[in-house]
């Protein structure tokens, strides 16, 4: 999320770290670069030139040039401005003080609005909600079939009428279903239409009309720039818009729709779609999204992440072990399976401030290899039980046997026994020292994040 741009800034800033006294051309040369960045990752010229000009105004104020440390300074200032731009606060989803609470999906077609749908279920139905899901595409083909195949992944119901039903009638009547049968929660996923279609503009009105939404939330997708600024603006000018969902913030974004968008439209990102999972998605939290930016990273929602995804019975367990000092590879296995439950490798790695990852071996997301754990867990499967809970009996031709048995090389199997007495000594030094640790979460150096090594493992060639 964001790569190309916080490299720029974290670049730009590094420069003003640690100097004693900033002048106003420093300044004026960091804006510069600030500028062009914003602009590469292709934010609204607009939005820059108001942006930029708002942190000149505060960094130039003297009790930033005479503060102690005016480089840090800045970077708050920008800091604070990011948040501002973005929405400054979290906006949560409206609720239905009577049930149901109806949310209508628009966008254009391809934006992603059947798998937002789907995630939107099924983060209702882990809150104990009843959702349902309705299909009023009638137009593309095999668009109701997608959303019941979607539906039946999330295990809830999907209700649908077929194509010759017009889509404000199937919304109304699945209204009249959702009361009957208890639903609290409906999504209605409307058909893509371009906001240059009069017709499917007009269609959109009347299954707003018909069904009064609480919420009527924008998909777009955030590969597409300042494009998906235009369609916002002209959406909101056609139907009454709540707030925005953007997918694909997980992909190759340059981050000019969700900087632009609050701006120019006035309308609150809600929603992020952070990969193809169902439970791929977060509330959108501008202080959150402007820390990443900044490269200072995202522990709350790492540590959200890892609450709903540990098993907290389990985490209590290896708390015990760690401070009676009997921590083994079969725990430290589990800890990794763990760490893969939180998400994808490369996505916790981004959510690390840029100041831990040298204790993560200075690796940057994009150089982690997500089959590193996989090739950590064949070399560990490929042990005794004996040997998974002593491991200082591997001695030379134990670990031949071991690299032979999962794909690699005696190095590698000497580099993770090296990974793990490390881990296991930190988290003997940590929870001996505070009696507790994070819960699931092996601590790092200082309190820093589990120890990561990028190496990859090479394959043993099986030539004898």
Not at 65 to 83: C, F, N, R, T, Y
Not at 293 to 303: A, K, V
Request: with cysteine; net charge positive; aromatic share 4%.
């Amino acid at each position: 999320m964001f790569e190309s741009l916080t490299e720029r800034l974290s670049a730009t800033f590094d420069r003003l770290r640690g100097r004693g006294r900033l002048t106003e051309g420093d300044i004026g040369d960091a804006l510069k670069e600030v500028r062009m960045a914003l602009l590469e990752a292709d934010v609204s010229f607009q939005v820059v030139k108001d942006f930029t000009g708002k942190v000149k105004e505060r960094a130039l104020s003297e009790e930033v040039v005479k503060a102690l440390s005016p480089g840090q300074q800045v970077i708050k200032i920008v800091h604070d401005e990011l948040v501002a731009l973005l929405g400054a606060e979290k906006t949560d989803l409206a609720h239905a003080e009577v049930p149901p609470t109806i949310i209508v999906l628009a966008g254009l077609q391809g934006s992603g609005k059947t798998t937002m749908a789907g995630k939107l279920a099924y983060r209702y139905k882990r809150q104990g909600r009843q959702p349902l899901l309705v299909a009023t595409d009638v137009y593309r083909p095999a668009a109701i079939k997608q959303l019941e195949v979607v539906a039946e992944q999330v295990g809830v119901p999907c209700f649908q009428m077929g194509e010759r039903s017009t889509p404000p009638n199937i919304a109304k009547a699945a209204l009249r279903q959702a009361s009957t049968h208890g639903h609290d929660v409906v999504i209605i996923d409307t058909a893509g239409r371009l906001h240059t279609d009069t017709e499917m503009m007009d269609e959109i009105r009347e299954v707003h009309k018909a069904v009064a939404p609480h919420e009527t939330i924008l998909v777009l997708d955030s590969l597409t720039g300042q494009d998906a600024v235009n369609v916002a603006r002209e959406f909101c000018d056609a139907i009454p818009i709540d707030g925005v969902a953007l997918t694909k913030l997980d992909g190759d974004s340059r981050g000019g729709a969700a900087l632009s968008l609050r701006a120019v439209t006035n309308k609150p990102i809600k929603l992020a779609g952070v990969g193809e999972k169902l439970d791929a998605l977060e509330t959108f939290h501008p202080e959150r999204i402007a820390s990443r930016i900044l490269g200072m990273g995202d522990m709350l929602t790492l540590i959200e992440k890892a609450q709903q995804s540990v098993d907290q019975d389990k985490a209590a367990e290896l708390q015990k072990k760690v401070l009676q000092e009997r921590f083994d590879l079969d725990d430290f296995l589990e800890q990794l399976q763990q760490m893969k439950k939180v998400g994808p490798l490369q996505q916790i790695m981004e959510m690390l401030p840029k100041s831990w990852l040298g204790m993560v071996g200075d690796v940057g997301p994009e150089e982690i290899d997500p089959r590193e754990l996989d090739r950590i867990e064949a070399v560990i499967r490929s042990m005794t039980p004996v040997e998974r809970h002593s491991p200082k009996i591997l001695e030379g031709s134990r670990k031949k046997r071991i690299a032979r048995g999962s794909g690699t090389t005696v190095a590698d199997v000497n580099g993770l026994l090296k990974q793990f007495y490390e881990t296991q000594t930190m988290m003997r030094q940590m929870m001996g020292a505070s009696g507790r640790g994070a819960k699931g979460v092996p601590p790092g150096p200082r309190g820093g994040p589990p120890r990561i090594r990028s190496g990859k493992m090479k394959k043993r060639s099986r030539s004898r």
